[in-house]
């Protein structure tokens, strides 16, 4: 059974910066595609970012792009996302998840999701 464990949610102000972690378990995380998705109060979870296996693909969404890094350490069996320039808008809870496929975009299309980390951006 595969888990996934995010980290790295909290509150900033506007114009600053979070990194988020995702730490896996339970099989080869290096066989894994792995994305990012949020969700606000009251709003559908919505797409944030996706890695290939190796890192050598990344995918953003349009709201986030130049803004947010997707980026993977095999050895450590973590995907991270850096988020700079946070906006009000960015406030959400933040999951990572698993795909069998590179540059899914659709929660459905994942298998495995984390709990969740709270990001609040204050303006």
């Known amino acids: 059974q595969v888990q996934l464990v995010e980290s790295g949610g909290g509150l900033v102000q506007a114009g600053g910066s979070l990194r988020l972690s995702c730490a896996a378990s339970?099989?080869?995380?290096?066989?894994?595609?792995m994305g990012w998705f949020r969700q606000a109060p009251g709003k559908e979870r919505e797409f944030v970012a996706a890695i290939s296996r190796s890192a050598a693909f990344t995918y953003y969404a349009d709201s986030v792009k130049g803004r947010f890094t997707i980026s993977r350490d095999n050895a450590k069996e973590t995907v991270y996302l850096q988020m700079n320039s946070l906006k009000p808008d960015d406030t959400a809870v933040y999951y990572c998840a698993i795909s069998t496929y590179r540059g899914a975009t659709l929660a459905s299309e994942y298998d495995y999701w984390g709990q969740g980390t709270q990001v609040t951006v204050s303006s």
């Open positions: 339970g099989r080869a995380f290096s066989t894994y595609n």
